[in-house]
């Protein structure tokens, strides 16, 4: 007998996720990619990776609705490449294609005014007015903005363990925790490490962790750093609050470098309430792959 799945794609700067549910609703499946943010990676490896991740999702099931919610898939001429993609790969399937910020607005059944802020590799703010249309601030991509980002504050670290190296910084404890993480002896060494790297955007960011240790741990220039993104991120929250004529929202938020970055998140709630945000609630999505799988299910409801 057939399995037929519906599968919801959340594809980012860093990676893929693919959540296969059966046709009522029961999860059953998982795959996980390599980045599928076509302007970081490109078009030809974004695909490969959402195959990948569709495919290890659901594991011999019939692929019945699917929805792609894809970083960098804000503008129509994107969606449509991968519209027109899906339908030779998945030929007969219900299909949708929004932007990552687009599935994160419809999380927890958020309805009306909303507001959403993705902090991963990347950054972006995402509102939706009463009348539905979507507004932006941020996510120009790491060489024009991504300012609060996970790249944007391992770019800070990394600046801070330089200076400190040639004598224009102050010592830091990022310097040791980057060298230890690489198995390095020396700051020089770091250019080459980070240079050659496969995906040097990939690897940058993934030093913000670092930086929240050393922050917790007292680092000046660690605090100093998440300072300035939590600013930069409530920053652009504002913006896109203002024009939703400031009318208390509910707040939606995801990527790895918020939600698993206590001393950034707690900041960035200080920046929020000093730039005097209101928000309704403030929802915490781990997973917004999950509600991709819910509007590929709502496709054929």
């Known amino acids: 007998m057939k399995r037929w799945a519906v599968v919801g794609v959340d594809g980012g700067g860093t990676k893929t996720l693919a959540l296969a549910a059966s046709v009522d609703g029961q999860w059953q499946g998982r795959g996980l990619a390599g980045p599928s943010n ?58 949708k294609v929004l932007s990552d910020a687009e599935i994160l607005l419809a999380s927890g059944n958020l309805s009306g005014p909303a507001l959403a802020l993705i902090c991963g590799t990347g950054s972006i703010v995402y509102g939706r007015t009463a009348a539905g249309e979507l507004l932006r601030a941020g996510g120009w991509g790491y060489l024009f903005g991504d300012e609060g980002s996970g790249y944007a504050i391992g770019a800070a670290a990394l600046r801070a363990v330089m200076q400190a190296e040639d004598g224009r910084g102050v010592p830091t404890l990022l310097t ?99 730039m005097e945000l209101v928000f309704l609630t403030v929802l915490e999505v781990a997973e917004p792959a999950e509600e991709a799988a819910l509007i590929a299910r709502s496709l054929i409801a």
């Not at 659901?58 to 993609?85: E, M, Q, S, T």
């Not at 504002?238 to 918020?258: F, M, N």
Request: net charge negative; aromatic share 6%.
């Open 38 to 95: 076509l302007h970081s990676v490109g078009f030809e490896s974004a695909c490969t990776a959402i195959e990948y991740a569709i495919s290890e999702a659901l594991a011999g099931a019939n692929l019945l609705a699917l929805c792609l919610g894809l970083a960098g898939a804000g503008r129509k001429d994107d969606v449509d490449r991968f519209i027109a993609w899906a339908q030779v790969k998945y030929p007969g399937v219900a299909l």
């Open 176 to 274: 040791g925790l980057i060298l230890d993480r690489y198995g390095l002896e020396n700051p020089p060494t770091l250019v080459q490490s980070i240079y050659g790297s496969e995906s040097p955007r990939t690897e940058i960011a993934g030093l913000a962790d670092l930086v929240e240790q050393a922050a917790l741990r007292g680092d000046t220039i660690a605090i100093s750093i998440l300072e300035t993104a939590a600013v930069d991120l409530a920053r652009m929250v504002q913006v896109v609050y203002q024009k939703l004529e400031g009318v208390p929202t509910p707040l939606a938020l995801t990527g790895g470098v918020i939600l698993r970055g206590e001393y950034l998140a707690n900041t960035f709630r200080q920046a929020c309430e000093t």
